[in-house]
């Protein structure tokens, strides 16, 4: 947890302080919207989003660093490393269930403009916290709850 902190307080140091925005749509994510702070070589992302279901909301918030490649500054675009915290809570009429997540992963971005791009990435996330409270015990014979340590992180972004 130390390392992280420390990637991400170095990460924050040479980002410039011109804002840009964007669109995430993935997996722990969903559906987020994102500030980012960018230098030559790094970026800070923070987000927040959200899905809703008809008896279910779910909430996300992140926090990301990304660093790339040095030759990248020779390219429009290229490849990234990313690594941040990503915090879950699902409820529904029955449950809550709070997750908090160590994001590790690779990804590409594609220029389409000047200043916008198109990303997509892939990992793997890993269960720092894990919190179920029952509200209200449902009926039935058939309860499944799936908690998993390891799961796959991926998606798409946009910045402009």
């Known amino acids: 947890m130390?390392?992280?902190i420390v990637f991400l307080t170095f990460l924050q140091i040479g980002v410039h302080r011109n804002p840009r925005f964007g669109l995430t749509l993935g997996?722990?994510?969903f559906l987020q919207g994102s500030l980012y702070l960018e230098g030559m070589n790094k970026a800070l992302e923070l987000g927040a989003g959200g899905f809703l279901l008809?008896?279910?909301t779910i909430f996300t918030a992140s926090i990301n660093g990304y660093l790339y490649p040095q030759f990248r500054r020779f390219l429009l675009r290229g490849p990234f490393f990313s690594t941040g915290i990503s915090y879950l809570r699902d409820e529904n009429p029955n449950y809550i269930w709070k997750y908090l997540y160590l994001n590790l992963r690779v990804g590409n971005t594609?220029?389409?403009r000047r200043r916008s791009?198109?990303?997509y990435y892939l990992g793997?996330?890993?269960q720092l916290y894990y919190k179920k409270i029952v509200?209200?015990?449902?009926?039935g014979w058939f309860r499944m709850d799936l908690n998993f340590p390891?799961?796959?992180s991926f998606g798409v972004k946009f910045v402009f």
């Open 135 to 139: 509200k209200e015990e449902p009926g």
């Open 2 to 4: 130390k390392s992280l």
């Open 27 to 29: 997996f722990p994510e």
């Open 124 to 126: 793997a996330s890993y």
């Open 54 to 56: 008809k008896n279910e």
């Open 150 to 152: 390891l799961i796959p």
């Open 110 to 112: 594609v220029g389409l």
């Open 117 to 119: 791009y198109f990303a």
